[in-house]
């Protein structure tokens, strides 16, 4: 580990990845994770008080929880020299997950077209566009693809809820997309 000074800032930085194991700060869960998934690499910044551990693992597109938890691991063993997953995991409070795919397809508009079913009680959907940018965001990507579920229904009648719910919104063209081993897939939903 070496001290490295950025303007007013100074932290602790482990350089060489494979460092001595970090010393427990507390028995609290005080670590923040951040996790920024990229077309090749995937990142893994892990933040411990003054702390600032950094890894990186290949990306694999066909299962992205593969190189989140391969990250995971790395991070681990460069914390405490040895895999302790579980251990890094009961301590930490946050994890944040960004991925640079998501973002360029929220950015320049592009992707399916999505569909919103959403509970009922107070929820309006102009709580979810507070501003300009957020309601251009929203009209974007769901635009009137929306269905209202009665969150107070239970077993068979809340699965007609749904079903009518889904063939609703496919009707208006959303999409649904699910991840295989042989890659993302992207279909359009179908009537039950």
């Known amino acids: ?23 427990e700060t507390s028995g609290e869960a005080n670590r923040l994770i951040n996790i920024d998934n990229g077309g090749t690499l995937t990142d893994i910044c892990v933040i411990d008080g003054a702390r600032v551990y950094r890894t990186k693992t290949i990306t694999t597109p066909h299962d992205l929880s593969k190189c989140l938890f391969d990250g995971l691991r790395k991070a ?18 946050y994890i944040r997950y960004s991925t640079t795919q998501g973002t360029n397809a929220l950015v320049e508009r592009k992707g399916p077209r999505l569909g919103l079913i959403f509970g009922g009680g107070n929820m309006d959907l102009r709580s979810l566009q507070p501003d300009a940018n957020a309601s251009t965001l929203f009209t974007a990507l769901i635009g009137e693809r929306t269905q209202r579920i009665d969150p107070t229904l239970v077993a068979n009648a809340l699965t007609t809820e749904a079903v009518r719910a889904v063939n609703i919104l496919a009707a208006q063209g959303a999409i649904a997309s699910s991840s295989h081993s042989r890659g993302l897939r992207v279909n359009p939903l179908k009537r039950i």
């Open 1 to 23: 580990m070496t001290l490295e000074t950025s303007g007013e800032l100074s932290r602790l930085v482990n350089v060489d990845k494979g460092g001595a194991p970090a010393e």
């Open 76 to 93: 681990s063993r460069i914390i405490y020299g040895e895999e302790d997953l579980p251990r890094l995991l009961l301590t930490t409070r």
